[in-house]
């Protein structure tokens, strides 16, 4: 589902990844995790297209988005970002707008749905999440692991083949936390491929096929977790 290969980035002249490379199989759960500053956050921005790196190759669902640090062209950037849904770890919610009204905006502007289909689509999704009691509610009124809900039922609106999480437990308390865990456990099982950045390696192994580390912009090859092979 992701092959990220050789992934240079810099900013002027820090380099922050050095040669990075990840694969995630279809349906698999790959956690990174590491120190501050190690570049995790940089490289998931990256397999998204918010940052442009400078040399390597990013393949999503058998499609180029990087190829030898050339990129696919706009239509094509733009077709293969619809297939990576991102969870940001400040939940990014607009807070005008109620949780039913978060998670039609994209599919609306974005596929071109109808307000009828995006809205039959999003209780469908609000039900699965066990959210449907707060479709009329604002980002205001919800938890903490409500909120993470609603932000997992924004980015799984878009039909994505991979949804990637940055720090998505770091705001929350550990009885929160298991109910982030419980929601990415359900889309496991609904075969979906996930990629996900975090410091808590506690919820990490609840979640995880398997876990790698990054250090100094490099992922190292060695498995320090995985499941079937604790």
Do not use: W
């Amino acid at each position: 589902m992701l092959k990220v290969e050789g992934l240079y980035k810099s900013y002027g002249k820090t380099q922050v990844l050095k040669g990075a490379n990840l694969h995630v199989k279809p349906g698999e759960i790959v956690v990174v995790v590491g120190a501050s500053g190690g570049g995790k956050t940089t490289f998931l921005r990256s397999v998204n297209y918010l940052e442009k790196c400078q040399k390597g190759s990013i393949q999503i669902a058998g499609e180029y988005l990087l190829k030898d640090g050339v990129y696919a062209s706009k239509d094509k950037i733009k077709e293969l970002r619809r297939n990576v849904g991102l969870v940001f770890q400040g939940f990014n919610l607009f807070p005008h707008k109620n949780v039913l009204e978060n998670l039609i905006e994209a599919p609306i502007r974005v596929l071109k749905q109808s307000p009828e289909e995006a809205k039959g689509a999003a209780m469908e999704i609000l039900s699965f999440l066990d959210l449907e009691d707060k479709a009329a509610s604002y980002p205001c009124e919800l938890s903490g692991g409500q909120k993470q809900r609603v932000a997992i039922g924004r980015a799984l609106a878009l039909k994505p083949k991979l949804m990637c999480f940055d720090e998505p437990t770091s705001a929350l308390d550990p009885t929160l936390t298991g109910e982030v865990a419980k929601v990415i456990k359900s889309l496991s099982g609904e075969g979906m491929s996930m990629l996900i950045i975090t410091h808590d390696m506690e919820f990490a192994k609840q979640v995880a096929d398997r876990i790698v580390s990054m250090e100094n912009g490099i992922i190292l090859e060695e498995h320090i977790y995985a499941k079937n092979n604790e």
